[in-house]
């Protein structure tokens, strides 16, 4: 089955700096990989998403990009604010909306 | 205006009870899900349902039983709860899963088992 890794599993940045998280994959049948913020005692919320013919995407402070043939995903946030702190999950779909989820990332963003 | 709701929040109780955890969604969806996020917050997939029937069934214990009356509504029964089901459990919803569609969850039931 499909496997995914999630680095780095803590990540402190100040306010205004960007910040990455990195995932792979390990199955090439994986076609859909979306990225969840996660605030304390709620449910994950979907921030960005990326299908498999899409190189990258981006949206507003957001961005997504993957690469296929490495089987590797990251995402991107700038000029981080206070309130992007949070857990965030990707995860790796091939299909049928089985979501196969990386550990974690504990963002925290300094004022 | 929930999109996906779960009821209760908390659900503190003994070992070896039975319980179960709603979900309904008004969005409209024809598939639902259930997840289960350990303690280390790590997100695993248990059931989905389209449309009323088990598309998906992870390894999960025979103790675990989903329910769907209907496909806004996705229920979550166990058995005989023991210590290590102590998790929170959440539910989502997606249009369709033949072709992947953005999962919107619920807030979480948190299930402590004394």
């Known amino acids: 089955g499909e496997n995914v890794e999630q680095h780095p599993s803590t990540l402190s940045v100040q306010e205004g700096d960007s910040a990455v998280i990195k995932c792979t994959y390990s199955d090439s049948a994986s076609n859909y990989f979306p990225w969840y913020k996660q605030e304390l005692g709620k449910g994950p919320q979907l921030i960005i998403d990326?299908?498999?013919?899409?190189g990258e995407k981006k949206d507003q402070r957001i961005a997504v990009t993957l690469n296929k043939t490495a089987k590797h995903f990251s995402l991107h946030i700038t000029e981080t604010q206070p309130e992007d702190s949070a857990v965030y999950f990707c995860a790796a779909s091939p299909s049928y909306g089985k979501l196969t989820f990386g550990q974690g990332t504990i963002l925290t963003v300094h004022p | 205006d929930t999109a996906v709701s779960q009821t209760p929040k908390y659900l503190v109780t003994q070992m070896g009870n039975d319980k179960s955890i709603k979900c309904e969604q008004n969005l409209g969806h024809d598939t639902m899900y259930w997840y289960k996020q350990d303690s280390k917050k790590f997100l695993k997939i248990m059931f989905s349902?389209?449309?009323?029937?088990?598309?998906i069934n992870e390894t999960v214990p025979n103790r675990f039983s989903p329910k769907s009356p209907d496909k806004a509504h996705l229920n979550l029964h166990i058995n005989s709860l023991e210590l290590g089901d102590s998790a929170v459990y959440f539910c989502?919803?997606?249009?369709?899963?033949?072709?992947?569609?953005?999962?919107?969850f619920g807030d979480g039931t948190r299930l402590s088992i004394l």
């Open positions: 349902y389209n449309n009323k029937e088990l598309i």
């Open positions: 989502a919803s997606s249009q369709e899963p033949g072709v992947n569609q953005p999962q919107h």
């Open positions: 990326i299908r498999s013919n899409v």
